[in-house]
């Protein structure tokens, strides 16, 4: 095969897999991961169940696909996060409900015994409160004006935005998510 | 049948679906709602399906049986809620993860498409915002000292709670969800 084809193919491959994971994406917002099936993926994106097996083997490989997708979202080089760019993300995710529902319901499922996707948010959350702690620190030092510690507020930063998420999804009409985000800013010690 | 066996026979049947009930929580905590079987709620209770249709004829009464056991948890009368009561509520949910568990997997899942829980969750966030806006104007009056009003506010102290429990869930011995939700109450005015 000329090189050229060779690009194209490995090209059409990578597009045919990003297609897959967005599939995905909807199938486990609409059901959750343990009520997704490989049969509703490759349906949605015309395939064959086999078919999709040939791209992902498993439904667990699939599931860490999306998962790297997650990663995605929020990746910010760690120690150029400020408070400001957060609620910049606040604000972009209340522009797409389906992926913020997507890893919400995962992120509800994946307490449950056993999940497939645990072992990743608890390392996620660890990573996200140290990287939210640093990020605090740079904006205020050692001590937050309400005396808290940087990693002592980190926590409340992360559950303050998952939080707000559900609510935010189960009533996008009683929720303004990106303008209470602010406000648990102006807690923290930001002006109003 | 005597008055007295027929109140024996009626609380025996209470038992009974109290044991059920408590059943079902332990399922859903495992597997999710969605995931959770009317046959495994069966088995653990020693009935065969047959017999559990007899106290909840449907997967949808005995969730429904299920969320009003949910509304037991927190019930304090309201205008009776303080926030040291809150802090103390969370104190006690440190100590039964099995319950937390079950409600948050059961928050994760009412997001997605048609879920049975969705009306439920959407109206007691409903009420659990304006009850907790009632809690913070009985401590602050109009404004916190941060200048947020109470309504502005009370989002955000029930998006802490539902945050922290998902990370204590996923790794207990990294986060003190008691400490940490007293931590908020520091940013909301509270003396450290």
Do not use: C
Request: proline share 5%.
């Amino acid at each position: 095969m000329p090189y050229g084809d060779a690009m194209t193919a490995r090209a059409r491959n990578e597009e045919r897999r990003a297609e897959i994971v967005r599939a995905a994406l909807e199938v486990i917002a609409e059901r959750g991961y343990r009520g997704a099936s490989m049969a509703a993926v490759a349906e949605r994106v015309g395939l064959t169940q086999q078919g999709l097996l040939h791209y992902f083997p498993t439904k667990d490989t699939l599931l860490v696909a999306v998962l790297k997708e997650r990663d995605q979202w929020d990746a910010v080089p760690d120690g150029r996060w400020r408070l400001e760019l957060l609620a910049a993300l606040v604000e972009y995710n209340a522009m797409r409900p389906g992926i913020v529902q997507t890893f919400s319901a995962l992120l509800g499922e994946s307490v449950t015994e056993g999940h497939p996707a645990r072992g990743y948010f608890t390392e996620r959350y660890r990573d996200v409160r140290s990287s939210m702690a640093a990020t605090l620190r740079s904006e205020y030092g050692d001590r937050l004006p309400s005396g808290l510690t940087p990693e002592r507020a980190a926590p409340l930063l992360v559950a303050v935005t998952d939080g707000l998420q559900y609510q935010w999804l189960l009533d996008p009409d009683s929720v303004d998510m990106p303008a209470a985000f602010r406000d648990f800013l102006v807690l923290l010690g930001e002006a109003e």
